[in-house]
């Protein structure tokens, strides 16, 4: 069984920086795609950036030059380092891990922006 621990949500003014984590625990296998989701309140749950195994990014436009994805495979753990926020990220932040066809998702850990 997989499990993942997000951490990191709050509340931050507009301009400022924020750093989210997850944890992935259980059986996992190498090869392992992870990534992070947000889901703004009324929407569809959208991706933010994702990260291969061997380093490899991809980011929603919408983040590009803003947000930075990183992950340690000895820890099993994903980053995302928020900066320059803005109200329209305010949102539930959901990190997913991928392997072998499965998906598994954490629990999500809100972000609020102030203006």
Same mark, same amino acid.
């Given at each position: 069984?997989? !499990?993942? #621990?997000?951490?990191?949500?709050?509340?931050?003014?507009?301009?400022?920086?924020?750093?989210?984590?997850?944890?992935?625990?259980?059986?996992?296998?190498?090869?392992?795609?992870?990534?992070?989701?947000?889901?703004?309140?009324?929407?569809?749950?959208?991706? %933010?950036?994702?990260? $291969?195994?061997?380093?490899?990014?991809?980011? *929603?436009? $919408?983040?590009?030059?803003?947000?930075?994805?990183?992950?340690?495979?000895?820890?099993?753990? %994903?980053?995302? !380092?928020?900066?320059?926020?803005?109200?329209?990220?305010? *949102? %539930?932040?959901?990190?997913?891990?991928?392997?072998?066809?499965?998906?598994?998702?954490?629990?999500?850990?809100?972000? $609020? #922006?102030?203006?």
């Amino acid at each position: 069984q997989v !499990q993942l #621990v997000e951490s990191g949500g709050g509340l931050v003014q507009a301009g400022g920086s924020l750093g989210l984590s997850c944890a992935a625990s259980g059986s996992i296998w190498s090869g392992s795609i992870m990534a992070w989701h947000r889901q703004i309140s009324g929407s569809r749950r959208e991706l %933010v950036a994702m990260v $291969t195994v061997d380093g490899r990014t991809n980011y *929603a436009d $919408t983040v590009k030059g803003r947000f930075a994805i990183s992950r340690d495979n000895f820890k099993n753990t %994903v980053y995302l !380092q928020m900066n320059d926020l803005k109200p329209e990220d305010t *949102a %539930v932040y959901y990190c997913e891990l991928s392997f072998g066809g499965m998906h598994y998702w954490g629990k999500g850990t809100l972000v $609020t #922006v102030s203006s």
